[in-house]
């Protein structure tokens, strides 16, 4: 059974409220920019507020389970706020044992991603960018929130900011649709000439160009099909070459057999999930491809023998191992 909160009067701040209000605030700064400020506490803003709304959640099911260590939880400490908290991945996976599915795991890492780089490092993100997917992660907590908690569970307040935000949410999925029809004759031309579209790392709209250099139709984004892959990777998996190299864990990263680029990204590997290849706009299924024993490059299986690619059996032939 769920520890129930210690009783304590002097606890005024709603954590919901206080998250929606977040929420609402960022909503504000993206659709009514005065500075170039704006879209920074847009993002920072939209990030805490996912944050703490996920947390209530969690602490209405178990107040203990909002500690980084449960076991250590006192009222003392929750009264005086003074502890360490989950982090977003911790609360994701401690929500799995509610009752309630919490939301698309992988689109809200994704926003938290993009938000880290902003808080400590630089602003890189159009507006186009962030309203489309500011809406998509938007639309599945606001889903989340309707399984997750009952309406009489919800105070005065925070029923209106709930409200505000649908309504501002509204706005923003009229401005997809209107982008999306816009852009529509682009996309069709884009695939009359034999190119593909694949989800852009930027706005996650299914608009990306794929091509060496890609092109977004919807937000705008530009960069090489390398570098796209590795923002979709940074993004959306939360690493990086260098933290993979560091650490020792496979990058997610490969060759793509059918265009020779390495642009080809697999979330969990090649063999449990979809890949996509930014450049050619290859979307290979679980175990299309295998993998060389010798270079560990991906091919189709029918080409390989003996184990090997046709690239190291050609090189293996060459030594006089016939």
């Known amino acids: 059974m769920p520890k129930r909160e210690p009783d304590d009067d002097a606890i005024q701040l709603s ?9 609402l605030s960022g909503l504000k700064h993206i659709s009514s920019q005065t500075s170039k400020f ?8 939209l990030s805490a507020g996912i944050e703490l709304v996920l947390k209530d959640r969690l602490r209405r099911e178990d107040w203990t389970q909002i500690f980084v260590n449960p076991e250590k939880a ?3 400490k929750l009264k005086s706020r003074h502890f360490k908290s989950v982090n977003l991945q911790q609360c994701l996976e401690r ?35 962030l309203e489309s997917s500011s809406a998509i992660v938007l639309g599945a907590l606001i889903d989340f929130i309707c399984e997750a908690y009952e309406d009489e569970e919800l ?35 884009h695939k009359k000439g034999y190119g593909h579209i694949v989800v852009c790392p930027s706005c996650m709209q299914h608009a990306l160009l794929a091509d060496c250099d890609v092109q977004c139709a919807f937000c705008g984004y530009t960069a090489s099909a390398e570098d796209a892959a590795e923002l979709y990777i940074a993004n959306m998996f939360g690493i990086s070459r260098h933290y993979s190299m560091t650490e020792g864990e496979g990058y997610p990263l490969r060759n ?50 003996g184990g090997m690619c046709p690239d190291c059996l050609k090189a293996y032939l060459s030594e006089d191992h016939r």
């Open 95 to 129: 929500l799995e044992c509610c009752l309630v599915d919490p939301p698309d795991k992988a689109l809200l890492k994704s926003f938290k991603n993009q938000r880290n780089p902003i808080e400590h490092f630089e602003l890189n993100h159009s507006r186009e960018a």
């Open 38 to 45: 704006d879209l920074k506490y847009a993002v920072l803003h």
């Open 256 to 305: 793509c057999p059918n265009c020779d680029n390495e642009t080809l990204v697999f979330e969990e590997g090649y063999t449990e999930t979809n890949g996509v290849c930014f450049s050619c706009g290859d979307t290979p299924p679980p175990g299309e491809y295998v993998s060389c024993d010798q270079c560990q490059e991906l091919c189709h299986d029918e080409d390989r023998s």
């Open 15 to 23: 954590m919901l409220e206080n998250g929606l209000d977040f929420i």
């Open 74 to 76: 006192t009222g003392e």
């Open 155 to 189: 105070s005065s307040e925070e029923s209106e900011l709930l409200q505000q935000i649908r309504t501002g949410l509204g706005e923003f999925r009229r401005f997809t649709v209107a982008r999306m029809a816009e852009i529509q004759p682009l996309l069709d031309d």
